[in-house]
């Protein structure tokens, strides 16, 4: 089974700032893997920033659920809102920064605050631009191997068993202690299955997999 392809995206959170005439741009970009992780970020900055004149939201992300495709194929979501500006002006240009650089996984949240010139739509649609590109600089761009969200349930006595394993395999996870320990990890979709197998055997099939 082929592995699915790297992708490009940004390394990190960011944010870049430049003012137009009067009106300020914040461009803040970050990286997400799902729709849902996407609208919260956009939802965070327009909290924020809630007393700016506009919150333009641009993002690609992978829709739906992962494991019912094959490897390698992805459909992005692909998503932007003027906010209020004119139409064209803002959400579309955001987006195509992302298209033109040709990275995912990625959200752009631009903030305006209106300083009293009209930029008009030309006007607009540069200073979007910019700030998504600004942002994405500042964040700058790496090449990333897909990952998948895996959800463990084990006993307590089997808790430290599982830590370990996912640990030396080297995956970003947070575990919850409850009435059972439950993990939440972030696997690189080619080493899944191998990580799943270890984790069976080493706890002879007791540790709940998702």
Do not use: C, W
């Not at 392809?5 to 003012?19: I, K, S």
């Not at 909290?47 to 194929?73: I, K, L, M, Q």
């Not at 055997?201 to 007791?206: D, M, N, V």
């Amino acid at each position: 089974m082929a592995n699915p392809e790297p992708y490009r995206t940004v390394a990190e959170r960011a944010t870049a700032e430049f003012t137009v005439q009067g009106s300020r741009f914040l461009g803040h970009v970050a990286p997400v893997d799902t729709v849902a992780e996407a609208e919260a970020v956009v939802d965070e900055v327009r909290a924020e920033f809630d007393d700016a004149t506009h919150n333009v939201p641009a993002y690609r992300v992978p829709a739906g659920d992962a494991g019912s495709r094959s490897p390698g194929e992805v459909l992005l979501r692909e998503y932007a809102s003027d906010d209020g500006e004119p139409t064209g002006s803002a959400g579309k240009p955001a987006l195509n920064v992302l298209q033109q650089r040709e990275i995912r996984n990625v959200v752009a949240v631009v903030t305006r605050y209106y300083g009293g010139t009209n930029l008009g739509v030309g006007g607009l649609a540069r200073a979007y631009s910019r700030a998504v590109k600004e942002g994405v600089d500042a964040a700058g761009v790496v090449e990333e191997a897909p990952h998948e969200r895996v959800v463990l349930t084990a006993t307590y006595d089997d808790s430290g068993t599982v830590r370990g394993i996912l640990e030396s395999a080297g995956v970003e996870f947070e575990a919850d202690y409850d009435a059972e320990v439950s993990f939440v990890a972030r696997v690189p979709v080619a080493d899944a299955a191998g990580l799943r197998d270890r984790l069976r055997s080493a706890t002879s099939g007791r540790v709940g997999i998702e």
